[in-house]
């Protein structure tokens, strides 16, 4: 039997990658994390639900997260937080509100998440990929395992995508690439990675493209395509769908210097595949409501990052560089709602998912949560929903 306390320890003093080892959903033994912290607190439900083996998550906080089951062994990995871009303060706000860790330990967690190494959600997957040959026995393709569920169109789409993302502009008009390109940013700026999936299927099995030449090297012909398309994926698409525009300029560069390491024609097209998904994936998660201005989405972001502390409507409006009026008349006008109310409402969804998913006490969720004191935040509780804190406590319990 694999000692999983050697292999979680050597895991990450080679890829400095934070990995954790269940049983019966109980962690064993960890490496990478700061002492005490809670552990894949909002993500380990997800993953442990997934079908497939290995499965990897994408969190609000953008972080990559994994599992690996060990059949044989009877427990699972759980791998991240890995991050594309630099992290930034509001990222590690996101992180602390997300796990329940109080502000006190942010220099702790800053400390932690800076030192996570990068990873594009390409390599991440190859990661699993590697531990699941190592530990089960098995080799995966990762377009087939981690693309699309019906194997008969597959490998088709894999190897023929690059030959029409993004071709020669001299052979527009002929092939109709330019339409094609427009779908495609199309699809990246609303966010749907299952849209994109099958947009990619249809066109690329129905329309018969002809590749431009870029370069004499088979190779450099096809990085050369991929950096001309993620380029564009990400100026045209990603930033347009309401991506932050530094972590989108980061993610191209995170994507140039992997496919520049790429050795085979194969690997070049997987990452392009695996490329589109991920910005699609990425835009869903900071696409804008419907109906919402980015000012006042700019708001809410900063409400929802900033839960745990003392939140006014002056620093709401600076956040955005406007007056309190202006901030709280087009606030109220977009949304329906005060910025106190909103504030409230999205306290009182953190507080439901703290008492699912955590065993944090009343008072240690009021003080979380900065309510006045546990009364009030009981009050306020049943006002909203109906039912007390502890109700709906119980409650979740017997559901889960």
């Given at each position: 039997m694999l000692d999983f306390y050697a292999f979680c320890r050597y895991f990450y003093a080679s890829r400095y990658l934070p990995i954790a080892y269940y049983e019966n959903d109980t962690c064993i033994y960890s490496e990478g994390f700061p002492k005490d912290i809670p552990m894949y607190q909002n993500v380990q439900r997800v993953l442990t639900s997934a079908p497939q083996n290995p499965a990897a998550y994408t969190a609000a906080d953008t972080g990559l997260y994994g599992i690996l089951r060990i059949p044989e062994a009877g427990g699972y990995f759980l791998l991240g937080p890995a991050y594309s871009g630099n992290i930034s303060k509001d990222?590690?706000?996101?992180?602390?509100?997300?796990?329940?860790?109080?502000?006190?330990?942010?220099?702790?967690?800053?400390?932690?998440?800076?030192?996570v190494p990068h990873y594009s959600y390409n390599r991440f997957l190859n990661v699993l990929l590697f531990l699941h040959l190592i530990?089960?026995?098995?080799?995966?393709?990762?377009?087939?395992?981690?693309?699309?569920?019906?194997?008969?169109?597959?490998?088709?789409?894999?190897?023929?995508?690059?030959?029409y993302s993004y071709l020669a502009r001299e052979e527009q008009q002929q092939h109709g690439t330019y339409f094609f390109e427009r779908r495609l940013l199309e699809y990246v700026k609303q966010g749907d990675p299952d849209q994109m999936r099958k947009f990619l299927l249809d066109t690329v099995m129905e329309i018969p493209l002809t590749e431009g030449k870029l370069a004499d090297d088979?190779?450099?012909?096809?990085?050369?395509?991929?950096?001309?398309?993620?380029?564009?994926?990400?100026?045209?698409?990603?930033?347009?769908?309401?991506?932050?525009?530094?972590?989108?300029?980061?993610l191209i560069d995170t994507y140039i210097q992997e496919c520049e390491r790429?050795?085979?024609?194969?690997?070049?097209?997987?990452?392009?595949?695996?490329?589109?998904?991920?910005?699609?994936?990425?835009?869903?998660?900071?696409?804008?409501?419907?109906?919402?201005s980015e000012e006042v989405f700019s708001c809410m972001q900063y409400i929802a990052t900033h839960l745990t502390e003392t939140i006014t409507v002056p620093e709401v409006a600076a956040h955005i560089g406007k007056s309190r009026a202006y901030t709280a008349?087009?606030?109220k006008a977009e949304t329906g709602k005060n910025v106190g109310q909103y504030i409230t409402e999205c306290r009182m969804r953190e507080a439901k998912s703290l008492l699912r998913y955590t065993d944090m006490s009343l008072a240690e969720i009021s003080d979380y949560l900065h309510f006045a004191n546990q009364p009030y935040f009981q009050n306020s509780f049943k006002k909203f929903f109906g039912i007390t804190p502890i109700q709906y406590r119980n409650t979740s319990i017997a559901y889960l």
């Open positions: 990222l590690i706000l996101t992180y602390m509100a997300d796990n329940a860790i109080p502000r006190s330990r942010e220099q702790e967690i800053t400390q932690f998440l800076y030192a530990l089960n026995g098995e080799e995966l393709n990762i377009t087939e395992h981690f693309g699309v569920s019906d194997l008969s169109y597959e490998k088709e789409m894999a190897a023929r995508l690059t030959k088979p190779l450099r012909q096809a990085k050369n395509l991929f950096l001309g398309t993620v380029t564009m994926v990400g100026k045209d698409g990603a930033i347009p769908g309401g991506m932050d525009i530094e972590q989108t300029y980061q790429l050795q085979s024609i194969d690997e070049v097209k997987n990452l392009q595949f695996n490329m589109l998904i991920d910005f699609t994936s990425r835009v869903a998660q900071a696409q804008l409501p419907e109906g919402i008349a087009k606030f």
